[in-house]
């Protein structure tokens, strides 16, 4: 009988809009973002979708840095859901990620709502525009992103296969 193989997780940490204290489950923005990586995910690899959070009762800045630090993947949505501009606490979050030293840049991923286009500094990180129908989601060319951030959960399952 063989041993069952084990498939390497990968954890894709999202940083996007706080919608206020209450459950995951109820936060239909998360659950929408959640639904979009697990369609990338291939079926070889565990992959964990994971919100950006603070942790109660620590500096936030600094367990925001860790978490950022820590992910093997990061989607950011750096739109402001409330005002359709910017989130400048998400882009901060991006900014975090792009100056970890271990991060590639293939493996940053940015979605833009209404209004909102990454700037030039940005230039070379996959990025998926939505639209809103009330508070759905719309995805455009959500193929080509799912292609991208697939391949980038293969590499990272790769790095972390057993040699």
């Known amino acids: 009988m063989q041993p069952k193989s084990i498939k390497p997780r990968v954890n894709v940490h999202v940083g996007y809009e706080w919608a206020g204290p209450g459950s995951a489950r109820d936060d239909t923005h ?56 910017f989130n400048f606490n998400v882009v901060l979050e991006v900014g975090m990620a792009i100056g970890c030293s271990h991060f590639r840049k293939n493996r940053v991923f940015i979605l833009a709502g209404p209004g909102v286009k990454p700037g030039s500094d940005l230039a070379g990180i996959l990025y998926l525009k939505y639209s809103l129908r009330g508070d759905r989601l719309v995805f455009v060319d959500e193929d080509g992103f799912n292609h991208g951030l697939a391949a980038a959960i293969r590499a990272c399952a790769k790095d972390k296969r057993p040699a």
């Open 30 to 85: 998360w659950t929408q973002l959640r639904d979009l990586i697990k369609r990338s995910s291939p079926t070889s690899v565990d992959v964990r979708p994971l919100r950006i959070r603070g942790t109660q009762g620590q500096d936030l800045l600094t367990t925001i840095r860790r978490r950022v630090a820590h992910a093997d993947i990061l989607v950011f949505d750096i739109t402001s859901v409330k005002n359709g501009s």
